[in-house]
């Protein structure tokens, strides 16, 4: 059974660099066929797609966000990050990694707790 | 942009049909995922883009298409089926999400 755990800081200040650690455990990044995605969720509101990375270092981001992202991976670690920059009160939402698409089967199948991110000084 | 168009809210009686659209144009020749968020929960995953069911999810859950409109079906809802539901479809190499719909049991 895959597992992801997000982890970072719950609070960053307006125009900093908001960092998240997502680890993945039950299965390999580096196996290969699955990319990995970051999702946040705005307070009440519904799903919006960050990016995703497959084990190469192969990025897409999200056009919106794009100027502002940052997806890497430690296959080393099992894990990946994001970074996004010049936050503001805007970026303040639940942060969620996720396996997927895969290379067969292109849906989000397994999903972190998700982890809230507050922009505010 | 493209975007899917979900209605807000749904309310269904225990043991009734329930029924979620999520509608876009050339939704007819993509196909569309189906996403639960029970409240304070992560989005499972309840229907894949072949519209089958991955596994340990109910019977009851089903999903057709018919032209730009694809549906999520949940037959003999129960209380338990209570949450946001979110369609999925791509757009090119972009994954998009349906604005959510809230399915209220009572």
């Known amino acids: 059974q895959v597992q992801l755990q997000e982890s970072g800081p719950g609070l960053v200040k307006p125009s900093q660099t908001l960092s998240l650690t997502c680890t993945v455990s039950?299965?390999?990044?580096?196996?290969?066929?699955?990319?990995w995605s970051w999702i946040r969720q705005h307070p009440g509101k519904g799903l919006e797609w960050i990016g995703y990375?497959?084990?190469?270092?192969?990025?897409y981001y999200n056009p919106s966000l794009k100027s502002r992202v940052t997806i890497s991976v430690d296959t080393s670690k099992n894990q990946l990050s994001l970074k996004l920059s010049s936050v503001t009160a805007a970026d303040t939402a639940v942060y969620y990694c996720?396996?997927?698409?895969?290379?067969?089967?292109?849906?989000?199948?397994?999903w972190g707790q998700g982890t809230l991110v507050t922009v505010s000084s | 942009s493209y975007d899917l168009t979900q209605p807000p809210s749904v309310s269904v009686s225990p043991g009734q049909t329930a029924s979620i659209t999520c509608s876009g144009d050339?939704?007819?020749?993509?196909?569309a995922s189906w996403y639960q968020q029970r409240p304070g929960q992560s989005p499972v995953l309840v229907i894949n883009?072949?519209?089958q069911r991955p596994s340990g999810i109910p019977e009851r859950f089903s999903a057709s298409k018919s032209g730009n409109t694809a549906t999520l079906t949940i037959s003999g809802t129960q209380a338990m089926d209570e949450a946001d539901y979110y369609c999925?479809?791509?757009?090119?190499?972009?994954?998009?999400f349906g604005g959510g719909t809230k399915l209220t049991v009572l």
């Open positions: 996720a396996r997927g698409p895969g290379l067969v089967a292109t849906v989000f199948d397994y």
């Open positions: 039950g299965g390999s990044i580096s196996s290969g066929g699955y990319y």
């Open positions: 990375i497959y084990y190469t270092g192969s990025t």
């Open positions: 050339t939704l007819g020749d993509k196909s």
């Open positions: 883009q072949n519209s």
């Open positions: 999925q479809a791509w757009d090119s190499s972009l994954p998009l």
